[in-house]
């Protein structure tokens, strides 16, 4: 089954902590993974994708085949971090992007 | 340039009433995709559209849902004689091509069926 798990609804931290959003995902082929946002009271955008392999507003993510995670992290939260992160899965069998529930990260000043 | 919008962006339904909720997807885009979220879940994917064809229905939840998009460019999602459970926000996104590409999120509109 293809699935994207996102072990924590809620994540609180302070503001200069490092931070790392948990993802898991179950995909028999060559996974494409995605990381999106959602900041209060806008909408859902992308924050970065595997394949490009960049860092986007501090946050980076990198692929583990091994444990199957597409874990998202930064060194030092910023309060303008606080929003819902979803990890989605890009299934090439389907041509559909799976999202996890969404973690809510919330950066305490 | 203009991004996603939907109309309306709230309804509130009688059970048993039919609904339309619509999508202006970005200008040129040729991939549209309607998803569902309720409460505390993630999107969940009803359907997408390659220009005016349907290729994908698979995620809609029962017949009373229906979607199209006649011209390829506006998407109208119908759900019929509505139900409590139909109660979500309803996503609207485009894409250049496909769902691979990066999507461009509307702002959704929140049915509330009661």
């Known amino acids: 089954a293809q699935r994207v798990t996102q072990p924590e609804k809620l994540l609180s931290v302070f503001k200069g902590a490092p931070v790392e959003l948990k993802c898991n995902y179950s995909y028999s082929g060559s996974p494409e993974l995605f990381w999106y946002v959602q900041y209060s009271r806008q909408r859902l955008q992308l924050l970065l994708r595997?394949?490009s392999r960049e860092s986007i507003k501090g946050f980076t993510a990198d692929l583990n085949k091994g444990e199957t995670s597409f874990h998202l992290k930064k060194p030092f939260a910023q309060e303008e971090d606080s929003a819902m992160y979803y990890c989605?899965?890009?299934?090439?069998?389907?041509?559909?992007?799976?999202f996890g529930q969404g973690t809510t990260l919330q950066v305490k000043p | 340039g203009a991004g996603v919008s939907q109309s309306p962006r709230y309804k509130v339904a009688k059970r048993g009433q039919d609904v339309a909720l619509r999508c202006d997807p970005i200008?040129?885009?040729?991939?549209l995709f309607w998803y569902q979220q309720a409460l505390g879940q993630g999107p969940e994917f009803l359907t997408y559209?390659?220009?005016?064809?349907?290729?994908?229905k698979s995620g809609l939840p029962s017949d009373r849902f229906f979607a199209e998009r006649p011209e390829g460019s506006v998407s109208t999602l119908k759900i019929q004689r509505t139900q409590q459970e139909d109660s979500a926000v309803y996503l609207c996104a485009s894409s250049s091509q496909g769902a691979r590409e990066t999507q461009y999120f509307g702002p959704g509109t929140r049915l509330l069926v009661l």
């Open positions: 989605a899965l890009y299934s090439s069998n389907t041509g559909k992007l799976i």
């Open positions: 559209f390659q220009n005016e064809a349907q290729l994908d």
């Open positions: 595997h394949i």
């Open positions: 200008s040129g885009h040729v991939s």
